[in-house]
């Protein structure tokens, strides 16, 4: 099988959409009028960011949910990708599995994909994600301000917690291993709660690197510090683990951290409901800069919890 039957076979379908789809040299899109384009792009490299042996249905599904992710951390509304994938072989039961992973997320969430790149090498895998938002009210990483209130979506912990599993470091009954694997390997992106924030967060951002880096991101561009209640951040991972280490810093969650205003807790909490996305409250924006945690009766908790750096 060439490239071109490949690309056919597996990646073209027709454009509902977009303008122009997959098959000439540039995907045509019509942003709605008044709508700025949200554009964003995630890599997945073999043995960086998956195992060599994981279902290719997962893996697809994963590298559309992390830059779903990103837009949803924007509040935006997807609308297309492309795929740049590189294959050190034509692997035709692979290439199954991994376009129904990706398609299935994709038409899930109206997201078409209007092309690509496809090329032999080691197997690597970039998504870039076009999505639409209204004009000025993206949800942006510098909008916190001292006296806003922290929140988190859904849960933390538990795909670090499977990671520590199949690398054989930390022992799980099957059950609890098959919850904590999904939370790994099939994300889901809370796009639906960034589109019901927007108008209501201060600031936004997707946790991919661990909470606590990553809200250090929304810190540092927001010219603030912030407090954060380790008891309601421990409440946040499921049974097994409750490790602080997994939920301030284990990372791939791709849950959002966001602030809020105090005057919008009812708006929060209605915005979580009509997303069918639980929202937990863990600590406030402060003015004094830095990164301050105690447990629930204020009692400071020592903990230098760096999040992931591909470099560091
Ligand atoms: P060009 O040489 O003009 O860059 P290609 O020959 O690489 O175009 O690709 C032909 C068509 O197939 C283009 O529309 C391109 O966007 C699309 N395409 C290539 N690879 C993929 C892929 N993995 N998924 C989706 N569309 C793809
Ligand atoms: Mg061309």
Not at 163 to 169: I, N, Q, S
Not at 222 to 239: E, I, K, Q, R
């Amino acid at each position: 099988m060439g490239e071109f039957d490949l690309i056919e076979r597996f990646f073209k379908r027709p454009a509902r959409r977009a303008v122009l789809g997959v098959g000439d040299d540039c995907a045509l899109l019509q942003p709605t009028a008044g709508m700025q384009l949200a554009v964003s792009s995630d890599m997945l490299v073999e043995g960086r960011h998956f195992f060599a042996d994981v279902d290719p249905a997962a893996l697809g599904h994963k590298a559309l949910a992390v830059n779903l992710s990103d837009l949803a951390a924007c509040g935006a509304t997807p609308l297309a990708f492309t795929l740049a994938l590189a294959l050190p072989r034509v692997d035709e039961a692979w290439l199954q599995g991994f376009s129904t992973g990706l398609l299935a997320l994709a038409d899930a969430h109206g997201c078409e994909l209007v092309g690509g790149d496809t090329t032999q090498g080691p197997l690597n895998i970039c998504i870039t994600v076009f999505g639409e938002v209204p004009r000025g009210q993206a949800l942006l990483r510098s909008g916190a301000q001292p006296g806003d209130d922290i929140y988190v979506s859904g849960t933390l912990g538990d795909a670090r917690l499977a990671l520590e599993a199949l690398r054989g470091r930390v022992q799980l009954p099957d059950g609890e291993l098959a919850r904590a694997r999904a939370r790994l390997e099939r994300p889901e992106p809370r796009v639906a709660l960034g589109q019901a924030l927007r108008g209501i967060a201060s600031s936004a951002i997707d946790i991919s690197d661990g909470l606590a880096g990553d809200l250090g991101h929304i810190l540092k561009a927001s010219g603030v510090g912030a407090a954060l209640n380790t008891d309601a951040a421990l409440g946040l991972m499921g049974a097994g683990g409750k490790k602080l280490e997994y939920v301030l810093s284990g990372g791939d969650d791709y849950e959002l951290a966001f602030t809020a205003p105090q005057s919008a807790r009812q708006a929060v909490d209605a915005a979580g409901a009509q997303a069918g996305t639980p929202v937990t409250r863990i600590g406030q924006i402060q003015q004094q800069p830095g990164l301050r945690l105690a447990d629930a009766q204020g009692r400071p908790v020592e903990g230098n919890f760096r999040s992931f750096d591909h470099f560091a």
